[in-house]
Each structure stands twice: as C-alpha cells, then as structure tokens.
C-alpha cells in the first residue's frame, strides 16, 4: 500500500497516457478518464451503452473495438507508470470497468511492458472479480487506516 502526504495514494485519473485523443469531462486531452471510464468509453464507442461495447468490439466492429483498445492502452501506461515510480511488485485490476482489463489481457500486458522502465520488473497483474460491496470494504480500509494513524 502506498500512503502520500495527505493520507492516500495518490490520484492517476488525470495523468496524461496521450498527447493526441479525446478530452476528459474537465477538459484534459489524453489523460488516462478520457480513456478508460465507462462514460468515456462509451463516448469513445459512438455513445453506446457499456455492455453494448464490449459486444461490438468483439464482434470486431472498428470504433467500438478502438475504444476498448484505447482503454486498454492507457491502463497499461498507467500501470507502468505506476510501477516505474513506486517500484510496486503488485497492481491489483477491480471495480465497475473490469471488463476493460480482461478483454484483452495480451494486450495490457503489452502496453504495461511498453510503458515500463526497461530495467524494472513487470508487477504481477491480478485482476480481482469485482462486487458492489468493495466499495464498502474500502471505505471500512480507509476508515481503519485514518483511525490507526493518528
């Protein structure tokens, strides 16, 4: 676990993984939201609805099939970028836009080698099933952390 100065890790949401592509919903282009949420890959996909996406792109059907790779594109630097800076060993892959991750794992796996460092260690990528109660376990995490802190 990492911990910055203000008590977590760090925000990624905005880094930049493109100088090209489409602009974020604050209005950066080519950060890592404009890629890989799921409003964003929607709009990326022509405004399809999220599940109707990943069944296009593997039909493979050409700008549905972009945006998932772009998504995957961009988590891969993200990742890598990640690992290059904290020298992490482990990225643990969840939430709402999982399906994302596993579309294509080659390809992720891929884009994180490319964004790393040629002397660092991939990490080990575990892509954990995703359930709406993570939400409430990391808020408890959080929580325990604040409280154990002080």
């Given at each position: 676990m990492i911990r910055g100065a203000h008590g977590h890790p760090g925000k990624v949401g905005h880094m930049r993984v493109s100088d090209t592509g489409p602009r974020c919903d604050r209005g950066h282009t080519g950060c890592?939201?404009?890629?890989?949420?799921i409003p964003a890959v929607e709009h990326n996909a022509g405004g399809l609805p999220f599940d109707e996406v990943l069944v296009h792109a593997r039909r493979g059907e050409e700008i549905p099939l972009r945006a998932v790779n772009d998504a995957i594109r961009a988590l891969g630097v993200v990742?890598?970028?990640?690992?290059?800076?904290?020298d992490v060993d482990k990225i643990?892959?969840?939430g709402e836009g999982l399906p994302i991750a596993q579309f294509d794992e080659a390809l992720l796996a891929a884009s994180v080698s490319e964004a790393l460092d040629p002397a660092a260690e991939p990490p080990l990528l575990e892509l954990h099933p995703f359930k709406f109660a993570d939400y409430a376990w990391a808020a408890a995490v959080s929580a325990i952390r604040l409280v154990l802190s002080t």
């Open positions: 890592v939201s404009a890629f890989v949420t990742i890598g970028n990640l690992t290059c800076i904290a643990i892959v969840t």
